[in-house]
């Protein structure tokens, strides 16, 4: 299991590198995303950016797409085609973590929920809801 969230992490976009983000564990629905804090995502004192608890819920989405491609087929590239998040509280300067569960996908579309939590799962810092297209190997 841990080369599989080793390929998983390395599957993520260098974003997620930049902000030390990777594949912490898989959790009965997929893979759970973990971003230590740093001074470098903090918003206004004492929270966290909204941009990074954002890019911490597209890397959640990402690796639970991969994660779904390769189960099914093999990967493929994909392009997100758009997002709806949902700020529920302030982030704290803590490690936050975050998973996407796939809601629907199809040949050519993944539908992808996320949430973001520190600490206790059962009570998110955001949600989200994106759209992905996948690409076909014919360059779809």
Not at 44 to 53: C, D, Q, V
Request: glycine share 12%; charged share 15%.
């Amino acid at each position: 299991m841990n080369h599989f969230r080793d390929d998983l992490t390395a599957l993520l976009p260098p974003y997620a590198q930049s902000l030390g983000m990777f594949v912490r564990h898989m959790d009965g629905t997929g893979p759970v995303i973990e971003m230590p804090f740093d001074q470098k995502i903090q918003g206004r004192p004492g929270f966290l950016h909204g941009g990074a608890i954002s890019g911490l819920l597209e890397m959640a989405a990402i690796a639970a797409i991969h994660q779904a491609l390769i189960a099914r087929h093999g990967d493929a590239p994909i392009r997100q085609v758009n997002v709806t998040i949902d700020f529920m509280r302030g982030g704290l300067p803590q490690t936050s973590y975050a998973a996407g569960t796939i809601a629907r996908m199809g040949r050519s579309m993944a539908n992808v929920n996320a949430r973001a939590w520190q600490g206790d799962p059962e009570k998110p810092i955001a949600t989200a809801q994106m759209h992905y297209l996948i690409k076909s190997a014919q360059g779809g």
